[in-house]
């Protein structure tokens, strides 16, 4: 199944196009680098194939481009239930967006729950509830491909802030140690680099980072 990673740059989250047959974004970014985005997905499909949009959490960073996004694809917008609100009713403070110095436009967004399975490209993907980053981040599991999207939760060498609103260091930690149970080779972070082949050696440097 192929993963294009669309690069962040500047304060935007990093953007995965997961393309087959139902063609999926997993982030947005801030939207600030919204035709730049639309000319990367170009190279690969055309945007109004995109079926599916995930939202690893609610912050502006990762969530910023989704209005203008649905502008040129009828795509459904899933977060966790915990995020989902949040994001459907542009929620200033707790986003970020504030931060900015950005406003959020309303969007449907279908929330999401811990054990759900999504169908994201061409593969069946578990809903894994880990909040700490913020009370509803979520990562994507892909079972058969050993790959996990992991948003904010944690990095290649680090892990996501906790101390915006509904972050927890402690539900960090306990999310970083369910993780443990759950296999995967490649990481797809939501900043920074990718990690093939030894990312559960990066869970165990987050869970050390984290527990510090």
Not at 124 to 146: F, K
């Given at each position: ?26 982030d947005t970014g801030t939207g600030m680098q ?107 599991h892909d079972r058969e491909g050993s790959a ?49 082949g030894m990312g559960k050696v990066e869970l ?9």
């Amino acid at each position: 199944m192929p993963i294009h990673k669309l690069a962040g740059r500047m304060s935007d989250s990093n953007v995965y196009l997961v393309t087959g047959r139902e063609p999926a974004l997993v982030d947005t970014g801030t939207g600030m680098q919204h035709e730049r985005l639309l000319k990367e997905i170009s190279r690969h499909i055309r945007p109004a194939e995109i079926c599916s949009i995930f939202l690893t959490h609610r912050h502006f960073d990762h969530i910023g481009g989704v209005a203008s996004l649905l502008e040129v694809m009828d795509a459904k917008v899933y977060a966790h239930a915990e995020d989902a609100v949040a994001v459907a009713e542009g929620d200033a403070e707790t986003t970020a967006a504030g931060m900015f110095g950005r406003k959020l436009r309303r969007v449907t967004v279908v929330p999401l729950q811990d054990g759900d399975e999504v169908m994201v490209g061409d593969a069946s993907m578990q809903v894994i509830h880990t909040p700490g980053h913020t009370i509803g981040s979520m990562c994507l599991h892909d079972r058969e491909g050993s790959a996990l999207f992991s948003g904010d939760t944690f990095f290649v060498g680090g892990v996501g802030r906790w101390d915006l609103p509904t972050g927890s260091h402690a539900a960090l930690i306990s999310s970083l140690k369910r993780l443990e149970a759950f296999e995967f080779k490649d990481l797809y972070p939501g900043h920074g680099e990718i990690c093939r082949g030894m990312g559960k050696v990066e869970l165990q440097s987050a869970q050390s980072f984290a527990e510090d």
